[in-house]
T-cell receptor, first 114, second 112 residues
Framework: AQSVTQLDSQVPVFEEAPVELRCNYS??????LFWYVQYPNQGLQLLLK??????LVESINGFEAEFNKSQTSFHLRKPSVHISDTAEYFC????????????FGRGTSLIVHP | EAGVAQSPRYKIIEKRQSVAFWCNPI?????LYWYQQILGQGPKLLIQ????????DSQLPKDRFSAERLKGVDSTLKIQPAKLEDSAVYLC??????????FGPGTRLTVL
């Protein structure tokens, strides 16, 4: 079985500051990793995913995450955040080659202050 | 392309009442999922359908929850009778490929 730990329940930052949301996973098999974003009163939207290949993956809105197998981490970063990035962010893991049912972390609330 | 549709968006009921949620997945998506998201937690899978067959319902409380996906398209999730601890957001998701799920806006259930 897989598990996900999101180390911070809430991350407050000022606009235009850099941010890192931390995610660590546990698995005895190869995994796929995902970051989802949930805006208030909306469903989850896929932000980015790692399946294979380059360990650095990027989203269209400036976020990036790096798969680090030795540290079993998949931290999400953005060099300069906007007010509109305020949302809940979920890290998820699923075993590769399986039924692709993701196990989600508890979420990190990113709060961007003006 | 239309997204995953869910209704109602909000529902308030009293304990021991019954409630039903509806989901219409993205056209052509064979796989449909129902998740329960309790406040402050990540989504937890309740049931997965492949077309109109159940793939995984190991975490569905079958004494009170039921789900069906007739004709392999729309799906309904029912709770009967509801308990206070069922208060949560119920998310429906669908997928065509095996690695990316698309989520609907969810139904927020409050049980009083």
């Amino acid at each position: 079985a897989q598990s996900v730990t999101q180390l911070d329940s809430q991350v407050p930052v000022f606009e235009e500051a850099p941010v890192e949301l931390r995610c660590n996973y546990s698995s005895s098999v190869s995994v796929y990793l995902f970051w989802y974003v949930q805006y208030p009163n909306q469903g989850l939207q896929l932000l980015l995913k790692y399946l294979s290949g380059s360990t650095l993956v990027e989203s269209i809105n400036g976020f990036e995450a790096e798969f680090n197998k030795s540290q079993t981490s998949f931290h999400l970063r953005k060099p300069s955040v906007h007010i509109s990035d305020t949302a809940e962010y979920f890290c998820a893991v699923t075993r590769s080659g399986g039924s692709y049912i993701p196990t989600f972390g508890r979420g990190t609330s990113l709060i961007v202050h003006p | 392309e239309a997204g995953v549709a869910q209704s109602p968006r909000y529902k308030i009921i009293e304990k021991r009442q019954s409630v039903a949620f509806w989901c219409n997945p993205i056209s052509g998506h064979a796989t449909l999922y129902w998740y329960q998201q309790i406040l402050g937690q990540g989504p937890k899978l309740l049931i997965q359908f492949q077309n109109n067959g159940v793939v995984d319902d190991s975490q569905l409380p079958k004494d009170r929850f039921s789900a069906e996906r007739l004709k392999g398209v729309d799906s309904t999730l029912k709770i009967q009778p509801a308990k206070l601890e069922d208060s949560a957001v119920y998310l429906c998701a669908s997928s065509a490929s095996t690695d990316t799920q698309y989520f609907g806006p969810g139904t927020r259930l409050t049980v009083l």
